[in-house]
């Protein structure tokens, strides 16, 4: 057994999963928030499953012979009853395992999202890490072109929202099974004549994968991708008219797109449209987010047949540029730090806390570091890392004359000097004063 073999005296994170810390989260949080408001405006309701599925679920989902499932998966036997499990590499495949194990779909089409961690055992490096979050959504039962078109734009709405730009749209179709084996046959043809140029990796694609050998990233292999056999000349009428019927719709609601015919994506559940959003800002990591249709996948994993759609994007991916765009909001700190100087100002500060939680106010209450008692200043500094809006200070006089002090932290632009002076107020109308002050604040920025 292996165990962080580089620093055997030091406890770190497993390389290639990264901690989120309190500094960080605002923008994750922004993010979030943002999305989960497009989320609920197109009617999508949340579902979780397990990080834990058996292996042969992502095997007869993602594909056998696909990069995910034959390099990346953190596999492992459960040693207790020697059942082959993974962590999820994706989320499309549970949510359809879940929707055919509830039979969520006996009244109707379901339109479902999810958010998440997702494990996959890639090379690390900006942008591409061993555990990254995923938001996606899945549209289950519904035969399109409109919900294709329904979820691209979602997206678009996320890069309008966000104010993110330099995101493209590229668009392909797969077709239908019998579309896609002719093609194959053509592509193998093509291929092999050129055997003696392709890579390792091509060549054993050749006759696994010979889609995935389109969108091969080697400089050398560009032009005889570019000349390759197209999937979408093998198209019938009813799979081009879906895929004109997807543009038409995009196309009316000014979004702009690029077909690209060596769109095949990794995963092998896919036919007719097939999506990704690509950006040149994120190095070597272009693809933002992606996805399509699967119409085959309910049938494929034993659940009444139904057409389906969706995508995943890669939450890390946005964020890079998000901070690249913008300031980071910083996570909002709690309304109140409470201060105090002795033991009944202590006590009197413990109750206080407690009420002001009861009005709604988010309240933290110093506790000493080490038992010992701190002096005010010193407490004020506490008070102004914690983030928190106002400090309430309770010292000897306030303690005498039944009062508190109010004094403003947060050293926003938009404050004015009046604001920032002391205040002192009695006690009992210390939660209607702060909760007044502080609902006139959000009011104003
Ligand atoms: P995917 O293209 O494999 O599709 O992943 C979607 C997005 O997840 C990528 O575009 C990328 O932004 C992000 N991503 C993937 N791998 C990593 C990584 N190692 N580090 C950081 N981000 C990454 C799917 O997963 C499909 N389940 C999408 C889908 C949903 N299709 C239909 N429904």
């Known amino acids: 057994m292996i165990e962080n073999k580089h620093k055997p005296d030091k406890l770190t994170g497993v390389k290639g999963m990264n901690d989120i810390l309190p500094c960080d989260v605002g923008l994750w949080r922004f993010l979030e928030n943002a999305i989960k408001s497009i989320l609920h405006a197109y009617g999508y309701r949340n579902i979780r499953t397990p990080i834990l599925e058996y292996t042969s679920l992502f095997r007869r989902s993602i594909g056998e012979v696909t990069d995910i499932v034959t390099k990346e998966m953190y596999s492992f036997v459960d040693s207790l009853n020697g059942q082959q499990l993974t962590m999820r590499p994706e989320n499309t495949a549970a949510v359809v395992r879940a929707a055919i194990e509830h039979n969520l779909l006996y009244d109707g089409p379901k339109r479902l999202w999810y958010i998440g961690p997702m494990f996959r055992h890639e090379r690390p490096q900006r942008g591409r890490y061993r555990q990254f979050h995923q938001v996606g959504v899945e549209a289950l039962g ?235 200043r010193s407490q004020m500094r506490f008070a102004d890392v914690s983030g928190a809006m106002y400090a309430v200070i309770i010292g000897d006089d306030e303690v005498r004359q039944d009062e508190v002090s109010i004094k403003l932290l947060r050293s926003d632009r938009t404050i004015t000097n009046a604001d920032r002076i002391q205040q002192r107020v009695p006690t009992k109308c210390l939660a209607e004063f702060l909760t007044n002050l502080i609902a006139a604040k959000t009011k104003k920025y």
Not at 198 to 205: E, T
Not at 269 to 284: C, H, I, Q, S
Request: with cysteine.
């Open 142 to 376: 519904f035969a399109g072109p409109d919900v294709d078109a329904e979820i691209i734009l979602m997206c678009q709405r996320l890069w309008s929202d966000l104010g993110l730009t330099g995101i493209r749209l590229e668009l392909n179709s797969l077709g239908h099974k019998h579309e896609r084996a002719a093609h194959r046959d053509q592509l193998i043809t093509y291929l092999e004549k050129y055997i003696e140029l392709l890579d390792n990796d091509s060549k054993h694609r050749l006759y696994t994968n010979p889609l995935r050998v389109l969108d091969t990233k080697n400089p050398a292999l560009q032009d005889i991708a570019a000349n390759a056999p197209k999937i979408i000349d093998f198209l019938g009428e009813e799979s081009l008219g879906h895929f004109k019927g997807v543009q038409s719709l995009l196309s009316a609601n000014n979004v702009s797109f690029t077909i690209n015919p060596r769109l095949v994506r990794g995963l092998d559940y896919y036919n007719m449209t097939v999506f990704e959003w690509v950006t040149d800002r994120l190095g070597a990591q272009g693809s933002v987010g992606g996805g399509g249709r699967y119409d085959p996948l309910i049938k494929q994993l034993g659940g009444k047949p139904a057409l389906a759609c969706g995508w995943a994007l890669g939450i890390e991916r946005i964020l890079e540029l998000l901070r690249e765009d913008n300031p980071v909001p910083s996570d909002d700190g709690c309304d109140v730090y409470i201060v105090y100087q002795g033991d009944v100002a202590h006590s009197r500060a413990f109750v206080m806390a407690e009420q002001l939680r009861d009005t709604g106010l988010d309240v933290v209450l110093h506790c000493s570091t080490d038992n010992t008692s701190v002096s005010l």
